[in-house]
Each structure stands twice: as C-alpha cells, then as structure tokens.
C-alpha cells in the first residue's frame, strides 16, 4: 500500500526531497526489494541509479519499461520531461559497462541486451547524433565493452548514413589492437562484413597476420580485398605496406603480374 502512495505522489510530479530520504532510508534499512526504489528515481543522485540499474533492469519488462519512462522523460509533462539526474547517453553507456564495473556478476548479458533494445526503440531520445556519442565514449572504455560491436551494427542499421562515422570507429578499434578481444573481433569482422566495400581500406590497415587470418576464414572479404588491390594504381598500390600486399595477392590468387587467377567455382559462387 505505500509503494502504491509513493507512485501516486510521483506519477505526475517529482518526488519531493523529503519524500526522497524517507524512501531511501527505508530502503537502506528496511525495504531492500529495488521496487520501491523506481517512484523517486528522479530524486535520486546519478551514482545511486548506476548502484540500483543491474537489479532494475532484471525486473519483469514492464517494469523495466516503467524505470525507463521515469529515466527518460517518456510520457512526462513539461515539469518532469528532463528532470532525471542521468543523461540518455549516460544511461546506454553504464548499460554496457556493467561487466567492465564488475557489475556483470549481478546482471546476466541478456537483461543488458533486453535493456539496450528498450533504449533503441524510443528513436525521439536515442537519435542517431546521440547514438554516435554513446559509441564514441564506449570505445574508450577499456576493456572495450563487449556489446560494443552489436551497438554500432545496430546504430548503422538504424542509421545507414553514420557510415563514415563507423569506418572511423573501426579504424579506432585497429589503433586498439580489437583482435585481443574475441567477442569484440568477432563483431569488428561482421561490420566489416556488413559495410562492404567500404571497409576494405579499413581491413588493410590490420597487422599483416591479423588480416591473414580474417582473409583466410572470410571468403567475402578475400575477393573484396583482391578486387580492391586491383583497382589501384602502380602508385596507390606502392602505399600499401608490402606484407600487406603479399597476403592479398597470395590468398587472392594474383600471380607476379597482378592478374587474376579465380577458378571457375568461384567465379560461379
């Protein structure tokens, strides 16, 4: 009966100070089911919706839907619309970075997954500059995130003319050496994938080993490349480190000369 009193009192306005405290001194001490924290999130500071959101966000969906409404102004009147003490941005970031806090050990990466979504589908709030943003402080996070990678595929699907941002994000993730990171190289191969043939002169700044190994275990990549090296200049081509141009023209089947070689059932495939 007092959480219904305390969701009627904050339904239409913000939850005052006073109310705050008692809600948060019950909860500390008396109350410890995080429900009876969601009618003054909007009271609370930052730091206390980062500690509370791994158990939030493993509540029913509704429920979850209901935290999100209050975090992000959703269905709000002009007193409340942007009253929350986290940014939109803010509240995709520490999504993420729950494993890397070490709160993954309270939150299981499909409540993650099941919140971010939450996130994508109000597209009013999550617009493409903001999703770039988010993306821009998740790859300075280190370790990277491991839903980094399924974020920018996400955001380029939403948003097709970030193309160039992601080229740059991916370039970024080289700088960083991605292929330490299983998950997160296994999702940078995907994009790379996915934003052909842009990506190909971001694949050739790969180490010579790295890009090897993704030549010889992606056949689309492979021809891709080979293609490109060919459409080059004698010049363009004198740019591209000579290990690099190796393993194309190798795996490739480019003989001395630089001509093609592509059996018949490639060709056909």
């Not at 009966?1 to 239409?12: A, S, V």
């Not at 790859?139 to 974020?151: A, D, G, Q």
């Not at 920018?152 to 370039?171: C, S």
């Not at 080979?226 to 190796?246: C, F, H, K, R, W």
Request: aromatic share 4%; hydrophobic share 45%; glycine share 4%.
């Amino acid at each position: 009966m007092i959480t219904r009193i305390i969701h009627i009192l904050t339904d239409k306005t913000l939850p005052t100070a006073d109310l705050v405290s008692r809600v948060r001194n019950l909860y500390n001490k008396r109350v410890f089911d995080v429900r009876f924290l969601i009618p003054v999130l909007n009271g609370l500071s930052k730091e206390e919706i980062i500690t509370a959101l791994p158990k939030l966000i493993q509540l029913n969906p509704n429920v979850v839907k209901e935290v999100f409404n209050r975090l992000l102004g959703i269905h709000a009147d002009s007193k409340t619309q942007h009253a929350s003490p986290i940014t939109p941005e803010e509240l995709m970031v520490e999504l993420h970075c729950m494993e890397v806090s070490g709160a993954a050990s309270k939150c299981d990466i499909k409540s993650v997954i099941r919140a971010t979504s939450l996130c994508f589908a109000e597209s009013e709030i999550y617009s493409q500059d903001v999703l770039a943003k988010v993306i821009n402080q998740l790859v300075e996070v280190n370790p990277l995130p491991t839903l980094l990678m399924r974020t920018v595929i996400q955001t380029l699907n939403l948003h097709p003319r970030l193309i160039g941002f992601v080229m740059n994000i991916l370039a970024r993730l080289i700088r960083k050496q991605v292929w330490t990171q299983p998950k997160i190289w296994e999702g940078f191969v995907k994009c790379c994938q996915r934003t052909l043939p842009k990506s190909i002169p971001i694949l050739l700044m790969l180490p010579h080993v790295q890009l090897k190994q993704v030549l010889e275990e992606e056949g689309d990549l492979k021809i891709a490349a080979g293609n490109y090296v060919m459409g080059l200049s004698e010049q363009q081509q004198s740019q591209i480190p000579a290990q690099t141009l190796d393993v194309i023209m190798h795996l490739s089947n480019y003989d001395s000369k630089g001509l093609l070689m592509i059996e018949k059932r490639e060709i056909l495939s």
